[in-house]
């Protein structure tokens, strides 16, 4: 068994998005070439949510306001969260995915994306379990099921082999649940590489499940912002047993509510259940005023979303016209989120190095692959949830350093 | 080893303070008997903190406003918490405590103080490791332990038999440290009993955790909320290695900001660097818009603090009143925060269904000292941070059900 600090020297959260400060401890290797490069500095490590960038819902604010008014049964909901709340939410995201939700028992509220992924993992994986996890995927998961003691099987998806579909590797998949593994997580769209999953993949990931008794945990937090020509597919509406499936979404990206820390999960009750014990004992629940936002989640105004999605493709297409422009570089077209994934030309630093190159010289603070997959060595990962023209501006530098640094 | 139903069935929540409308669905075993009882309704479970009981610290809402204003900055900050902010807050509690704190190294920010318990428990327990823990004390000790995989070494606190300091058995707790414990997590003042360790106290255990080499979690969440008379003992300014100790606070009960959810940790920097780690998968961070409200904490209007102390006061005193006139009912004044603890006459009916009877029949809702201790099953925790009046009309009723019960 690992001892407490072995276990934590595993945990490294450095280079992790958000977290660009603590690097700036550490010495760059290599030296630096040229001067800095002037211009609007852009953090493509997370969303930008001020109002020259994305700004978040209209009536989030007025609905904390209220939250606050309400005074004691807001600030003190159930750990699973407020009932009406949860109904109201049941209903809406039972429509977005096409299979009814029961907010009284198949959904919790939690502070953010993250903290329901940690519980949906805590119900759901013991010390020794044998954990699937797609390469590349969200940087935590991996760290999740270390934490917890279980062990991760890497899944590989070839998302560049592809142009329609994620590109898993589903003999891969089915090898790693006849291994014996027990829970299977992914993102959907994949978080960094944009990659929506077919309806083909998704009804063969599902079919694999029920074979195998296998538990799916479906992060779909990018699932409403869906550019032209992509279709998405909710594993839960399809033919898979309700109590093996355990979806994750929130409000922190596409609505820009990233501020007030709002998550949840929803799916089988039993798993439900385990979650709101956790919970209890992490962080008892998600904010109690904060909850209130939640209203406005599913109901923005008419036309909001359409022009939210259209603005982020603008920004995808314009980052895609420069990139392409670069040889050696290859990116796929996001079909969904706000990430792009571009695989850089050969260069002869390090990738911690130019990321730190490029944060110092260009004012631009990306996200090195490796916290998505141990062999994305040669991939960064941008949120061009940006200003666009700031977005567009940075790219151009980026491209510079790739030229300063190439192999 | 545990499976993981197992492991959740030991999790119970159903009789947790808040989680009162899930006790509900359970039948009471026994028949109630005569009327209910009309009166204003109370929830001794958690502190009330509408206007007419008491309200949130004067301009925190006005900087949680602000904090929506600042942006992006305000809604990412660092895992640990705004640095500007953990500079601030690192010199004001290292003033209260009366030993420095750095902001920079030896401080994080939480999402409330039940994830600030998470992170340190994760991060000193590991799998198969002893911990101490308090008999009585804070529901979710003894979960934490067990969540993690570390075994329960229980140590008694007789504060019944004292009317100065908390009671602990330092004998038990020597045995407890000498069998192998390296971890012991206690709350003072206590929850339930409202008790304070006396200096005498508080140096022995020192002494003891560095005799054992035992890393010391202290709860202090209502070490502001100190009544005449007593005086308080910050364990991480005495004689101990600051390694050795990590202190927990926060402003959501003194100050009525829970439903903001915020907490802190602060104590030595290699355990709050795995804290932050852990953070990082668990909800990334406290929530970005009301870490602005931080600001306020510390730092209240001239007066307000001791009138909200003098308020409490005058609360505990006539609760005390009322319940100094039940023969075999036995309390002790508590020394600071809001807790009563009073132990029942012998009743005919369990704990557990007298206290759905008092919910259903009388309005008022408490919590079964078995949350707190095994042992504990002929005392009620209060939270008595409520409408002055409707406290003490609610405590008669409390005296007319056990008066219906008695044996």
Redesign the interface.
Known sequence: ????SE??AR???DH?P??E??QDRAEQTTALRGEVIPGPPVDFS?G????D?FAPTPGA?EE?VT??ER??S??????RGG?ELREMLGERLGRFTGSPVSGANELIIT??T??A??LAL???????DRVAIVRPDYF?NR??VE?L?GEVVPVRMDYLAHSDGAGLDLGELEAAFKSGVKTFLFSNPNNPAGVVYTADEIARIAALATTYGVTVIADQLYSRLLYTGSTYTHLRAGNIDARQVMTIMGPSKTESL????LGVAFGAPHLI??M???Q???????????QAVLRTWFAEPEGWMQDRIARHQAIRDDLMGVFAAVPGLVVRAPQAGSYLFPRLPALDVTLHDFVRALRVQAGVTVTPGTEFSPESTDSVRLNFSQNHEAAVQAAHRLVQLIDRYRA
Not at 48 to 51: H, I, L, M, S
Not at 258 to 261: D, E, I, N, Q, V
């Open positions: 068994m690992l001892s407490i276990k934590f945990l490294g959260t992790a958000g977290q400060v603590r997370h930008d949510v001020n109002e960038a604010f904390f939250g606050v005074g004691g807001q600030a003190y909901t159930e750990y009932a502070p953010g993250q903290g992924l940690f805590g119900a759901t994986v013991n010390t020794g935590a760290k999740l934490f003691g990233s501020g007030y820390r259940e385990r709101e014990k956790l209890a004992i992490v962080s008892l629940r998600a904010p109690g005023y904060s």
